[in-house]
């Protein structure tokens, strides 16, 4: 479940987070994949934010935690990747 831990206000939950991940205040956003317990999964996404880098800690989250990726996800990650390092879509139509 996403959820958005503003780091720019003082004295309240949000900051209490960031003192737990020892996140800086103003700082760049990261992406973090934790367990239930927020125990983090994996190493934490930061500076890389695009489409390739967010899904594939959403795959590693999923492997770290033991339960099974979705294929449509694993296909999504993929298709991800090949895009960033330059690969080019094409369309075939069929009759």
Do not use: H
Request: proline letters at 5%; aromatic letters at 8%; hydrophobic letters at 45%.
């Amino acid at each position: 479940m996403p959820i958005a831990i503003y780091n720019n206000t003082e004295g309240d939950a949000d900051e209490k987070v960031l003192k737990r991940y020892k996140e800086p205040a103003w700082n760049f956003q990261v992406v973090r994949v934790v367990d239930q317990t927020g125990k983090d999964l994996i190493p934490r996404v930061a500076k890389d934010w695009t489409r390739a880098a967010v899904t594939r800690a959403m795959v590693a989250g999923l492997k770290a935690a033991k339960k099974p990726v979705p294929m449509w996800l694993q296909l999504y990650a993929d298709e991800a990747l090949a895009e960033k390092r330059g690969a080019q879509r094409a369309i075939f139509g069929m009759t």
